[in-house]
C-alpha cells in the first residue's frame, strides 16, 4: 500500500480527483508581515518542486528522515489561495472567493477558520502526511506561518473487508455515495472552472469549502435506528435509499409509504442537499472522519471534516448550506464550527511550472 503513487502533475491539483485516502490533514497558513510578491513566488516554486518529490516518495533537500522508507503513501499535496492573500498580493479578488455568509446555527471559531493559504495532505499513511507537512512548514518559514491545521481519518479499501465499500462516518452512515463522478455529464462544469472563465488563473482550477462539523453523537446515538435512517433518507446498513433498491440506485423522491407518508421524508438530508432541491446545484465532497477526544462537558469532539470542490461555491455550496441549515433534520445533530474558502488553481503540466504560477507572475 506505501508504494501507491498518485501523479503530483495534471491539468488539476491531485487532491481533488483522487480516490478516499486514510489520512486527509489540512493546514491554514497566513503570510508571514512584510513577505513580498517574490518571497511568495518562491515559496510555491519551492513548495512544488518539493510536493512533486514527496509524492513520489522522495526527500526534499534538507530531509528531517521521518517517512525515510515509508513510500509515497498515496500522497497529495494541494494547494488553495484565500481571498485575503489576494488582497495582501494586491490581486483582484473573483466573485466565487467573496466570503462565504453567515450560515444560520452557524458557531464559527474565527481562530481555526479562513487563512491566505490552504493546504491539503491526504496519504494513506499518518507519517507520510505529518512528514510532508513538516517539510512545507519548514520551506516556509519567513514568508508564511500556519494558523490553523487538522487532520481526519477514514477507511480505504485494504482496510475494509469488502473492497470498493463506500466509507462511513462517525454517525455510522455510509458517506458519498451520492457524490458525482468523473464521467458524469456535466461533472467538469459543476467541480472546474471553465475555459472561458475569469480569472483566467482559475481556469481548470476548483473552489474548495472546508468546514469542520462536530456531530452531536450522544444524541444521536439515543435516536432510533428508524429515526436515523429518515433523517438522512437512506438504511444504515447498506446505504440504499428509503425509496428502495440497493446503494446506488437512484432515490425517487415521491415515493409514498404504505401509510401515504413520503418514503424520503421532506426534512431528510438527502432531499434537501439534491441537486433536485438546489437548482442543479452539484459539490465534490470529500470527507475525513476527525475524533479529537472529550469536551469538558464529556460529549466527543468529534465529526466531520468536510470538503467540497465546486466550480463556484455561490451556486454550489452557498446554496446547498442556505437550505440545510434552516430544513434539513440533521442540522440537529451537528454543528458547523471552522470555515474557510480557498481557490484551488489548476495542476502543473510542465516540470518547469509551479502551482499559481500565472497568478503570481501577473502581479
Ligand atoms: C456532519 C455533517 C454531514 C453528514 C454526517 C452528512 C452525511 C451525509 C450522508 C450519509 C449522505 C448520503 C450518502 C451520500 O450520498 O454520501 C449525504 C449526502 C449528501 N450530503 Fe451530506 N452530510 C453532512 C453535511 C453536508 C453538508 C454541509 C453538505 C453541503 C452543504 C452536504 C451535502 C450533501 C449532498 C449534496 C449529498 C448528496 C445528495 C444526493 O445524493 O443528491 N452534506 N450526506
Same mark, same amino acid.
Given at each position: ?21 486514510? @489520512? ?27 510536493? =512533486?518529490?514527496?509524492?513520489? %516518495? ?46 444560520? =446555527?452557524?458557531?464559527?471559531?474565527? =481562530? ?11 496519504? +494513506? ?47 455510522? @452512515?455510509? +458517506? ?53 435512517? @429518515? ?29 401515504? !407518508? ?34 469538558? +462537558?464529556?460529549?466527543?469532539?468529534? !465529526? ?17 448550506? @442556505? ?32 502551482? %499559481? ?7
Amino acid at each position: 500500500m506505501g508504494e501507491r503513487h498518485i501523479p503530483f502533475d495534471g491539468p488539476h491539483q491531485a487532491g481533488v480527483l483522487a480516490p478516499p485516502a486514510a @489520512q486527509g490533514w489540512f493546514a491554514a497558513f497566513d503570510l508571514t508581515k512584510g513577505a513580498t510578491p517574490a518571497r511568495v513566488k518562491e515559496l510555491l516554486r519551492t513548495w512544488t518542486r518539493d510536493a =512533486r518529490l514527496m509524492t513520489t %516518495g522522495r526527500a526534499p533537500s534538507g530531509d528531517d528522515s521521518m517517512a525515510l522508507g515509508h513510500g509515497p503513501s498515496s500522497l497529495t499535496i494541494t494547494v488553495g489561495f484565500g481571498a485575503s492573500f489576494l488582497r495582501s498580493l494586491g490581486a483582484p479578488v473573483p466573485g466565487p472567493l467573496e466570503p462565504l455568509p453567515v450560515f444560520p =446555527r452557524d458557531r464559527l471559531d474565527a =481562530r481555526r477558520g479562513d487563512g491566505d493559504i490552504g493546504v491539503l495532505l491526504t496519504a +494513506d499513511d499518518a507519517v507520510v502526511a505529518a512528514h510532508a507537512l513538516r517539510a512545507l512548514v519548514r520551506t516556509a518559514r519567513g514568508t508564511a506561518d500556519v494558523r490553523w491545521q487538522m487532520k481526519g481519518f477514514n477507511a480505504i479499501e485494504g482496510v475494509t473487508v469488502k473492497r470498493g465499500t463506500t466509507p462511513r462516518n462517525l454517525m455510522g @452512515q455510509v +458517506d458519498g455515495t451520492g457524490s458525482p463522478r468523473p464521467d458524469d455529464p456535466g461533472f467538469d462544469a459543476s467541480v472546474f472552472a471553465g475555459p472561458e472563465s475569469d480569472p483566467a488563473w482559475m481556469r481548470g482550477g476548483s473552489y474548495l469549502v472546508f468546514r469542520r462539523i462536530r456531530m452531536l453523537l450522544d444524541e444521536w446515538d439515543v435516536l432510533p435506528r428508524v429515526r436515523q435512517e @429518515q433523517v438522512i433518507g437512506r438504511r444504515k446498513d447498506t446505504g440504499a435509499p428509503l425509496s428502495g433498491g440497493t446503494e446506488f440506485t437512484a432515490f425517487d423522491l415521491g415515493r409514498q409509504r404504505a401509510d401515504g !407518508g413520503l418514503a424520503i421524508g421532506p426534512g431528510a438530508h438527502v432531499r434537501q442537499a439534491s441537486a433536485a432541491a438546489n437548482s442543479g446545484a452539484v459539490i465534490l465532497r470529500k470527507g475525513f472522519s476527525y475524533f479529537d477526544g472529550y469536551r469538558a +462537558d464529556g460529549t466527543p469532539d468529534a !465529526g466531520l471534516l468536510f470538503l467540497a470542490f465546486q466550480s463556484d461555491p455561490r451556486n454550489a455550496f452557498t446554496r446547498i448550506q @442556505q437550505r440545510l441549515a434552516l430544513a434539513d433534520e440533521l442540522s440537529r445533530f451537528i454543528v458547523h464550527e471552522s470555515s474557510a474558502l480557498f481557490a484551488v488553481p489548476p495542476g502543473v503540466t510542465h516540470p518547469a511550472a509551479y502551482l %499559481g504560477q500565472s497568478l503570481v507572475e501577473a502581479l
